[in-house]
């Protein structure tokens, strides 16, 4: 089932050709069109990322070290044991939903590229899913619909630093009473990413990324360290554990201070 969040689009021609500096504001909300941009022409050569293919294949040894930390992560998502109600935001191609769905009671998957979401339901081939397009930045659930366990892939580091304050009081909101948070994320590591993608100061918050046909994006991609991340979520009320893969990967579980779930 796809619902369609995206009646209003965000609208780029309202700056187009605009050659004077855009306050921070409006250069942020440019940056996350061309990020969503980006994805949707992405979608069907996104795994060929995960999968280590193409210009992401690094050789054996890499491949092979790649697939064993991202086992660790799979097997910390199982040990958390996601239950019930599932919001999986910035759900792409599915390597994530397909883990989640043997927990869930009912798993709502929420992304905005049309493109993403076909390969998701594709690889799932279940109705049980709920899809929903929509901007992250302007979606919410129906007022009384909360969830026990939200997820999200690679999405935290996509997020402008000005907008993550605002997106973690959301998370809080959706979440149930004792509801937890996972989320898995990259580590600041040039071997991750493509072969010609240049990996730019660890400070940097917006580099280009490159398709198979060498179109260019810019997209937000924010590497956080460990210690930094968990100090930002306890400043918001948030307690996290986060912790690291050798290499690639950063993953965290966490629940809002005060609703605390029952096995804290
Ligand atoms: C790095 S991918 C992560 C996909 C998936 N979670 C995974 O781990 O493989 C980022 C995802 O965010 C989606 N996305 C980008 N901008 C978005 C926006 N403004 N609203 C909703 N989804 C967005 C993209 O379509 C893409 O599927």
């Not at 092979?64 to 660790?72: G, K, L």
């Not at 994320?185 to 198979?212: F, G, K, W």
Request: aromatic share 14%; hydrophobic share 40%; glycine share 6%.
């Amino acid at each position: 089932m796809l619902q369609d969040f995206t009646a209003e689009p965000l609208r780029r021609s309202k700056f187009d050709g605009m050659t004077e500096r855009l306050p921070q504001e409006k250069e942020t909300s440019l940056v996350l069109l061309e990020q969503l941009d980006y994805y949707r022409a992405r979608a069907t050569e996104y795994d060929q990322w995960w999968l280590r293919q193409g210009r992401y294949d690094r050789g054996p040894a890499l491949k092979a070290q790649w697939f064993a930390e991202a086992s660790v992560v799979q097997t910390a998502l199982v040990a958390f044991r996601p239950e019930g109600r599932i919001l999986e935001l910035a759900c792409g191609t599915g390597i994530w939903t397909e883990q989640l769905l043997p927990f869930a009671t009912e798993l709502t998957a929420v992304d905005g590229s049309r493109e993403m979401l076909a390969i998701n339901a594709a690889r799932l081939g279940l109705p049980m899913v709920r899809y929903i397009e929509a901007d992250l930045f302007r979606w919410r659930p129906a007022a009384e619909e909360r969830y026990d366990t939200i997820f999200f892939g690679f999405w935290l580091s996509h997020l402008p630093p000005e907008r993550f304050a605002q997106f973690w009081n959301v998370v809080a909101s959706w979440l149930a009473p004792r509801g937890r948070v996972f989320f898995v994320d990259s580590r600041y590591q040039e071997t991750s990413t493509a072969v010609d993608h240049i990996l730019p100061e660890r400070s940097a918050t917006v580099l280009q990324r490159r398709l198979n046909d060498r179109r260019e994006f810019r997209v937000d991609k924010i590497f956080y360290e460990r210690d930094e991340l968990t100090r930002h979520l306890t400043e918001l009320g948030w307690s996290f554990e986060i912790e690291e893969t050798t290499n690639y990967f950063m993953y965290g579980m966490g629940y809002r201070m005060g609703r605390e779930p029952d096995n804290a």
